[in-house]
């Protein structure tokens, strides 16, 4: 899978959201993005994200050891870098790296049923919600699953198979 979540199925030309602003770095008004997919590349390629409703360009973008250095066009002091914490990053999907084979995008998990072991249709995905180290499926009536037990995404059929404990749909 790749990066994106707590959006609606989007088109082509639509924002996906693809992390969060940590909090400010530095001086000088760079921002610490934590990524979704901890493995994204995207930040690197990208001339311009949506932080709320405004657009930035992004005039440097480096790895660090916890997610994204970036500093910003017109966010030139720590103040002005601080009240961009917690915003949701977005970019276009168009500008997005391609998928490898086999990939999604985690806002396309919006709307497949998942489903147990057994095949037992346990909800539908209505959003992913990044939760410290882990993301996790909110479906339908609020149950809450950690992306980490994804077996399979079938795309085709628009399931996903997840590898439950016993007792986790009965939280």
């Not at 940590?22 to 390629?45: C, F, K, N, W």
């Not at 311009?48 to 005039?59: A, K, N, S, V």
């Not at 919600?129 to 499926?137: D, V």
């Amino acid at each position: 899978m790749s990066e994106a979540s707590d959006v609606g199925r989007p088109d082509d030309g639509a924002l996906l959201a693809i992390g969060r602003v940590a909090r400010a770095h530095g001086i000088r008004g760079r921002v610490l993005v934590a990524p979704y997919d901890p493995e994204s590349q995207a930040l690197a390629s990208l001339k311009r994200i949506h932080l709320g409703p405004r657009e930035y360009r992004i005039q440097l973008a480096e790895r660090v050891n916890l997610g994204w250095l970036v500093e910003l066009q017109g966010v030139a002091d720590r103040n002005l870098a601080d009240t961009l914490r917690g915003l949701e990053v977005k970019a276009f999907r168009d500008e997005l790296p391609p998928l490898e084979e086999g990939e999604v995008y985690y806002a396309d998990l919006i709307g497949y049923t998942v489903v147990d072991g057994q095949g037992q249709e346990r909800g539908v995905v209505e959003r992913l919600i990044a939760a410290g180290a882990q993301e996790l499926l909110e479906l339908t009536g609020g149950k809450l699953v950690p992306l980490a037990l994804v077996k399979e995404v079938m795309s085709d059929t628009r399931r996903i198979v997840v590898d439950a404990p016993e007792g986790l749909f009965d939280l």
